[in-house]
């Protein structure tokens, strides 16, 4: 009886909260969600009716089974995987020394990490491209320090890396410093030397734990980044995710739009598992 009257109670709190909320927030909420849901509903829709006058799943049947599939995603995750590991290695360090240490440099670093806004996609692929298309020398001598990244599979899939880590940049910088506004970074640090840690072992063990909610989130948005990046993927000529779904939509209509749906459908997935795995570790975090 106890627990229903709990129930009921709080039953009623939520929908008192319900209505006290502003009709117009209400409508801008609605509206904003069928601006998402409507394209989302039309693609699926338009996925399951391959066969005429029947839905049925055999689009994404079809678009599953292509061995190419398999490929270019499992490839994409790879570069997924490995972007967001160096963009954590680079960004996280630096965020952390600007909070402690810099922060006057703050207006500049949140300057450089909003310039994939103003840079296009295709001056970065061109920019690589030319830079790196050719060996890199010694300054007046003939030496060769380097041969042409482009030349070589692994120097191509460096390159993209790097693409992607500056494309995901602002995402995954602001997702770092959101997260690092919730910790107190000077007493953590403090804490930490007093018991004889060095800067590695803060970073790794302090820090990092500190702010795993904030990577998630700016790793699932890097994540998804690169496995729908056309541009650096096409003009690197690697064999990505984001070309093959552009390549597949030229000739067939119904596969790209399943996969397109069950890339979506993949990224809710990751975003409920950080909700799961994460619920309330940000505010937890910020009262230690």
């Given at each position: 009886?106890?627990?229903?009257?709990?129930?009921?109670?709080?039953?009623?709190?939520?929908?008192?909260?319900?209505?006290?909320?502003?009709?117009?927030?209400?409508?801008?909420?609605?509206?904003?969600?069928?601006?998402?849901?409507?394209?989302?509903?039309?693609?699926?829709?338009?996925?399951?009716?391959?066969?005429?006058?029947?839905?049925?799943?055999?689009?994404?049947?079809?678009?599953?089974?292509?061995?190419?599939?398999?490929?270019?995603?499992?490839?994409?995750?790879?570069?997924?995987?490995?972007?967001?590991?160096?963009?954590?290695?680079?960004?996280?360090?630096?965020?952390?020394?600007?909070?402690?240490?810099?922060?006057?440099?703050?207006?500049?670093?949140?300057?450089?990490?909003?310039?994939?806004?103003?840079?296009?996609?295709?001056?970065?692929?061109?920019?690589?491209?030319?830079?790196?298309?050719?060996?890199?020398?010694?300054?007046?001598?003939?030496?060769?320090?380097?041969?042409?990244?482009?030349?070589?599979?692994?120097?191509?899939?460096?390159?993209?890396?790097?693409?992607?880590?500056?494309?995901?940049?602002?995402?995954?910088?602001?997702?770092?410093?959101?997260?690092?506004?919730?910790?107190?970074?000077?007493?953590?640090?403090?804490?930490?030397?007093?018991?004889?840690?060095?800067?590695?072992?803060?970073?790794?063990?302090?820090?990092?734990?500190?702010?795993?909610?904030?990577?998630?989130?700016?790793?699932?948005?890097?994540?998804?980044i690169v496995v729908g990046?056309?541009?650096?993927?096409?003009?690197?000529?690697?064999?990505?995710?984001?070309p093959y779904l552009f390549?597949?939509?030229?000739?067939?209509?119904?596969?790209?739009?399943?996969?397109?749906?069950?890339?979506?459908?993949?990224?809710?997935?990751?975003?409920?598992?950080?909700?799961?795995?994460?619920?309330?570790?940000?505010?937890?975090?910020?009262?230690?």
């Amino acid at each position: 009886m106890a627990s229903e009257k709990i129930r009921k109670v709080a039953a009623m709190n939520i929908l008192a909260r319900i209505r006290r909320i502003p009709f117009w927030s209400w409508f801008w909420f609605i509206l904003g969600a069928l601006y998402f849901l409507l394209p989302l509903y039309a693609t699926l829709n338009f996925s399951l009716r391959m066969e005429r006058d029947v839905i049925g799943f055999k689009a994404y049947i079809r678009a599953f089974e292509d061995p190419d599939f398999l490929k270019t995603f499992l490839y994409s995750n790879v570069l997924a995987l490995f972007t967001i590991i160096a963009s954590i290695i680079l960004i996280v360090p630096t965020a952390y020394w600007i909070r402690l240490r810099l922060p006057e440099a703050r207006r500049i670093v949140e300057f450089i990490t909003l310039l994939p806004f103003v840079v296009p996609a295709i001056i970065l692929v061109f920019g690589l491209i030319r830079i790196y298309s050719s060996p890199i020398k010694i300054p007046f001598t003939d030496i060769k320090l380097l041969q042409p990244l482009t030349t070589f599979e692994v120097g191509t899939d460096i390159l993209i890396v790097a693409g992607y880590m500056v494309l995901g940049l602002p995402y995954m910088y602001r997702s770092v410093d959101t997260g690092m506004r919730t910790v107190d970074v000077r007493t953590l640090t403090e804490a930490a030397q007093s018991l004889g840690a060095g800067w590695f072992t803060i970073i790794v063990r302090v820090i990092l734990p500190n702010i795993r909610a904030a990577l998630l989130s700016g790793a699932l948005l890097t994540f998804a980044i690169v496995v729908g990046e056309v541009t650096l993927a096409s003009f690197l000529g690697v064999p990505a995710f984001g070309p093959y779904l552009f390549l597949l939509g030229q000739h067939r209509a119904y596969e790209p739009a399943a996969l397109s749906f069950a890339s979506f459908l993949l990224t809710w997935v990751a975003m409920g598992l950080i909700q799961l795995f994460t619920g309330g570790q940000g505010q937890a975090a910020g009262t230690h």
